[in-house]
């Protein structure tokens, strides 16, 4: 089995997830370390499933006789984590069930369970597992991962530290083309300015968002693999991305054009081959540090 001190939860994502009170759990647990939260989290990640499991049968009133433990359990476990949004609710699913008040349990499940997941899958979004070094392919990219390790330190101290790095961090940008050229073109460009990730293979994509946040993505229109169209679809499906700045690199400047890439998200386009003055000038209008916070 692999060792899970070699894995860990990014808790940058997690804050600006804001799913979890990570300050409040600090300032009220001092003795709580990195590791205790992590340990958390990975029990989260097992019990979690249990637990919408049971919320799935109880919505549809085929709940089984270890669902009420499993709610009990993950309810004491969310509050653990620093998690309130959920807590209520499943209170009130909890004491129905109690008092055998079978029908209101599962109409409040019904509310609940699309949160629960989304919740869980947002959670183990944040879980990171292999390297990165195989999916950033510029030469003057850099695969340096900016998180707490997973550690004894305690838990206020790491984010008391990852605020300040966040600080005083360089604004991140996800280049993704199939041409090495123009990737060495953009990361030449920005990156005494930006902090510039490249890659050539858009298939990696998800992972790569799994484990890194971006400020502003670049990408080219028209890739083997896939589409810069196609890749705005996976960017906006992370919560995180829903608004972040999207580029759009492409030889057709047509109105057309234009017009579908705004369509699906993309906030602005750079006609081919790339300008050192337009590509600095669009990357400033629209490039935004998000708050940790």
């Known amino acids: 089995m692999k060792d899970k001190s070699s894995q860990r939860f990014d808790l940058a994502i997690l804050l600006r997830l804001d799913d979890f009170d990570l ?35 109880i919505a549809v009133l085929a709940g089984e006789e270890n669902d009420y433990q499993s709610l009990v359990n993950i309810k004491t476990l969310l509050e653990e984590m620093g998690c309130k949004k959920l807590i209520l609710i499943l209170s009130d699913i909890i004491s129905a069930i109690k008092k055998e008040k079978l029908e209101f349990a599962a ?16 959670t183990i979004s944040a879980e990171k597992k292999e390297s990165l070094a195989s999916v950033l392919a510029s030469d003057n990219a850099t695969h340096v991962i900016e998180t707490v390790p997973f550690s004894a330190q305690p838990l206020k101290k790491a984010l008391d530290k990852l605020e300040r790095d966040e600080s005083t961090r360089k604004l991140r940008i996800l280049a993704v083309d199939d041409s090495n050229v123009t990737l060495k073109t953009v990361s030449s460009i920005l990156s005494n300015d930006y902090k510039v990730y490249g890659m050539t293979n858009p298939l990696m994509l998800e992972k790569f968002l799994q484990q890194i946040t971006p400020e502003l993505f670049i990408l080219d229109y028209k890739m083997p ?22 580029i759009i690199l492409t030889v057709m400047g047509t109105i057309d054009h234009i017009s579908a890439a705004h369509s699906l998200g993309a906030n602005d386009f750079i006609v081919k081959p790339v300008q050192e003055n337009v590509l600095r000038e669009k990357v400033a209008k629209h490039i935004v540090k998000k708050k940790l916070f």
């Open 23 to 57: 300050r409040g759990i600090a300032e009220k647990n001092l003795s709580m370390t990195v590791g205790n939260f992590n340990a958390l989290l990975f029990k989260f990640k097992d019990e979690g499933l249990i637990a919408a499991d049971a919320l799935a049968r």
């Open 107 to 122: 109409d409040c499940t019904k509310s609940i369970l699309d949160d629960f997941n989304k919740l869980y899958n947002r």
């Open 225 to 246: 693999e896939r589409s810069g169209f196609e890749l705005i679809t996976i960017i906006r499906s992370f919560e995180e991305h829903k608004k972040t700045p999207i």
